[in-house]
């Protein structure tokens, strides 16, 4: 409150003292303007103004002392609020110390109890660890293990993954075969569907070439040599190579899955072959070529002296026989000429003719013949293939795999079932032959002979 009041005083005081000397200074001025009476008019002038400044001054500091005193109103019943709150602060204040005092009176009895549990719960806490570093050592055994199985299933799993991929190009390869051959089929449909409808054409404008040049015994036969071959073929050429297809392909996909099996089987016994026997093998070729070298050498030389003598002693008479031959060849061809250039000049027409009538069977045969090949040639390679890397693989095999032994191997193995399925078709019992009861047993009686002579004596 002191401190308040001489904020009032000071406040009051400055203007006061700010009023007076500005007064003394105009006291002073007018001394002065009496003193100088030639210029009193306009420092009366300026007089004039300063005081009106000076109103105009004292007037502004009334109205800013006024809002001072407001706001010091204000702040003295906002001090008295603060004054009350720092009471009841203080007071509660008071109230927590007690508190707390008593308090750590009770807190020392409670830490003692919890330190107590504390204690107690740690050594149930370090139990717990003890047991849990056991669990975890015992899961990370049975982690190890389980990492083991795993990488066992792991290797099982790539193992049958590549068993599948190899069983899935099996198949992969099978349905082309199986979609090739129905394509074939279809093919092979459409154009006997076609060779019908063109045979059905082409027989109308026949019928007259026929007419001029074939008897008619000849075309009858033709016609019923036609319609046995193909009725032939529809009963037993069709379903046979239709069984023979699908047996070829059961058999390569047999073959096929069996392989792997194959070489589990063969493949020790090829180690005790690589380790023991061939370099016995070779041992024992070594010395007989050693022990032979020598003998071949010596037969060569003998067959090579022989040869030219041969050669030298033949030779004359081959050329004596040759001049005593040719002109007798010449000769016969001179006679021979005439009758040869009329044998020609008469089937001439009948060979056009017989062209003319066979082109378009011909077209049909050059064709079929020009699909088969192709197809035969694309399969002969992949056979052909497979034989070289299969020769290549094993040590035993390998000088065998040349060019010229894989082609004809491959050409046998795909020449082998045809010649198995025509043995087929073509097989028959064979007849008993009767016995010939008009043998003559000479021996017989003559033995019947000897013993009547012999009882006649």
Same mark, same amino acid.
């Given at each position: 409150?002191?401190?308040?009041?001489?904020?009032?005083?000071?406040?009051?005081?400055?203007?006061l003292?700010?009023?007076?000397?500005?007064?003394?200074?105009?006291?002073?001025?007018?001394?002065?303007?009496?003193?100088?009476?030639?210029?009193? *008019?306009?420092? @009366?002038?300026? &007089? $004039?103004?300063?005081?009106?400044? +000076?109103? #105009? /001054?004292?007037?502004? =500091?009334?109205?800013?002392?006024?809002?001072?005193?407001?706001?010091?109103?204000?702040?003295?019943?906002?001090?008295?609020?603060?004054?009350?709150?720092?009471?009841?602060?203080?007071?509660?204040?008071?109230?927590?110390?007690?508190?707390?005092?008593?308090?750590?009176?009770?807190g020392s009895?409670?830490?003692?109890?919890?330190?107590?549990?504390?204690?107690?719960?740690?050594?149930?806490?370090?139990?717990?660890?003890?047991?849990?570093?056991k669990?975890?050592?015992?899961?990370?055994?049975?982690?190890?293990?389980? *990492?083991?199985? @795993?990488?066992? &299933? $792991?290797?099982k799993?790539?193992? +049958?993954? #590549? /068993?599948?991929?190899? =069983?899935?190009?099996?198949?992969?390869?099978?349905?082309?075969?199986?979609?090739?051959?129905?394509?074939?089929?279809?093919?092979?449909?459409?154009?006997?569907?076609?060779?019908?409808?063109?045979?059905?054409?082409?027989?109308?404008?026949?019928?007259?070439?026929r007419?001029?040049?074939?008897?008619?015994?000849?075309s009858?036969?033709?016609?019923?040599?036609?319609?046995?071959?193909?009725?032939?073929?529809?009963?037993?050429?069709?379903?046979?190579?239709?069984?023979?297809?699908?047996?070829?392909?059961?058999?390569?996909?047999q073959?096929?899955?069996?392989?792997?099996?194959?070489?589990k089987?063969?493949?020790?016994?090829?180690?005790? =072959?690589?380790?023991?026997?061939?370099?016995?093998?070779?041992?024992?070729?070594?010395?007989?070529?050693?022990d032979?070298?020598?003998?071949?050498?010596?037969?060569?030389?003998?067959?090579?002296?022989?040869?030219?003598?041969?050669h030298?002693?033949?030779?004359?008479?081959?050329?004596?026989?040759?001049e005593?031959?040719?002109?007798?060849?010449?000769?016969?061809?001179?006679?021979?000429?005439?009758?040869?250039?009329?044998?020609?000049?008469?089937?001439?027409?009948?060979?056009?003719?017989?062209?003319?009538?066979?082109?378009?069977?011909?077209?049909?045969?050059?064709?079929?013949?020009?699909?088969?090949?192709?197809?035969?040639?694309?399969?002969?390679?992949?056979?052909?293939?497979?034989?070289?890397?299969?020769?290549?693989?094993?040590?035993?095999?390998?000088?065998?795999?040349?060019?010229?032994?894989?082609?004809?191997?491959?050409?046998?193995?795909?020449?082998?079932?045809?010649?198995?399925?025509?043995?087929?078709?073509?097989?028959?019992?064979?007849?008993?032959?009767?016995?010939?009861?008009?043998?003559?047993?000479?021996?017989?009686r003559?033995k019947?002979?000897?013993?009547?002579?012999?009882l006649?004596?």
């Open positions: 409150m002191a401190s308040r009041n001489q904020f009032l005083f000071v406040s009051f005081l400055l203007p003292i700010f009023v007076k000397f500005t007064l003394a200074d105009l006291a002073s001025q007018d001394a002065v303007v009496l003193e100088d009476q030639n210029d009193a *008019e306009s420092l @009366a002038k300026t &007089a $004039e103004l300063k005081l009106h400044q +000076l109103k #105009l /001054k004292i007037s502004s =500091l009334e109205t800013s002392i006024e809002g001072q005193t407001g706001e010091l109103e204000r702040k003295d019943g906002s001090i008295q609020q603060l004054e009350k709150v720092i009471e009841d602060k203080s007071n509660s204040l008071a109230s927590l110390q007690s508190a707390v005092r008593s308090l750590q009176e009770k009895l409670d830490v003692q109890e919890k330190i107590r549990d504390v204690n107690a719960r740690v050594n149930e806490l370090e139990k717990q660890i003890v047991t849990l570093k669990e975890i050592e015992a899961q990370s055994r049975k982690k190890d293990k389980l *990492e083991a199985q @795993a990488n066992v &299933a $792991e290797k799993i790539e193992g +049958l993954n #590549l /068993k599948f991929e190899n =069983l899935r190009k099996i198949n992969d390869e099978q349905k082309l075969i199986i979609r090739n051959a129905q394509r074939a089929l279809r093919v092979a449909e459409e154009e006997m569907l076609k060779a019908k409808l063109e045979a059905s054409s082409v027989t109308k404008k026949l019928k007259e070439v007419q001029g040049w074939l008897p008619p015994w000849i009858a036969h033709l016609v019923h040599f036609q319609s046995f071959f193909i009725t032939q073929w529809n009963e037993h050429g069709r379903p046979t190579l239709d069984l023979t297809i699908l047996k070829v392909s059961f058999l390569s996909y073959v096929l899955n069996k392989k792997s099996e194959v070489e089987l063969v493949q020790p016994h090829l180690e005790t =072959l690589r380790t023991k026997w061939f370099p016995t093998i070779k041992e024992h070729c070594k010395a007989f070529v050693d032979f070298h020598p003998l071949v050498q010596s037969v060569s030389t003998q067959a090579i002296d022989y040869y030219h003598v041969v030298s002693t033949i030779k004359p008479h081959v050329i004596k026989i040759h005593v031959v040719d002109p007798y060849f010449q000769e016969t061809k001179m006679v021979m000429k005439p009758y040869i250039d009329q044998v020609s000049d008469t089937a001439k027409p009948y060979l056009d003719k017989a062209l003319l009538f066979l082109r378009p069977y011909t077209k049909k045969v050059f064709r079929y013949h020009r699909i088969v090949t192709k197809n035969v040639q694309i399969y002969h390679s992949r056979v052909q293939a497979n034989l070289h890397k299969t020769l290549k693989n094993y040590e035993l095999t390998r000088p065998l795999a040349t060019e010229r032994l894989v082609w004809f191997m491959a050409s046998g193995l795909m020449v082998l079932p045809m010649i198995v399925l025509f043995r087929i078709l073509l097989w028959k019992e064979p007849k008993k032959r009767p016995r010939s009861t008009n043998r003559s047993h000479a021996r017989r003559a019947r002979v000897h013993l009547q002579e012999k006649t004596s």
